[in-house]
Nanobody
Framework: QVQLVESGGGSVQAGGSLRLSCAVS????????IGWFRQVPGKEREFVAR????????YYADYVKGRFSVSRDNAKNMVYLQMNSLNSEDTAVYYC????????????WGQGTQVTVSS
């Protein structure tokens, strides 16, 4: 099991930036990938980006390509989501989650952090 804690959410004006952090703990983390998701009330949770814990390249949803960047710091057990050029449609609760590389489902989730973008 993996424990995840998000931080860094807040309010920002359109065009601004935020960096979300995900503190990750657990055993055998090299067997996992970490994903970022977001959810707006009344809508389904949607995928944002993912990165393997140990090695490999990130992958992004089309609507964040060129604006968001996911990175990891294995020494600090942290994963980051840098969000630039934010717009009101990026307003959501953002979650980080962990999935074993061998399976597709994300089994462990953080509590979420609110991001609000005002126009």
């Amino acid at each position: 099991q993996v424990q995840l804690v998000e931080s860094g959410g807040g309010s920002v004006q359109a065009g601004g930036s935020l960096r979300l952090s995900c503190a990750v703990s657990g055993r055998a983390l090299s067997a996992y990938r970490i994903g970022w998701f977001r959810q707006v009330p009344g809508k389904e949770r949607e995928f944002v980006a993912r990165i393997p814990w140990y090695a490999g390249t990130p992958y992004y949803a089309d609507y964040v390509k060129g604006r968001f960047s996911v990175s990891r710091d294995n020494a600090k057990n942290m994963v980051y989501l840098q969000m630039n050029s934010l717009n009101s449609e990026d307003t959501a609760v953002y979650y980080c989650a962990a999935a074993r590389i061998s399976i597709s489902a994300y089994e462990d989730w953080g509590q979420g952090t609110q991001v609000t973008v005002s126009s």
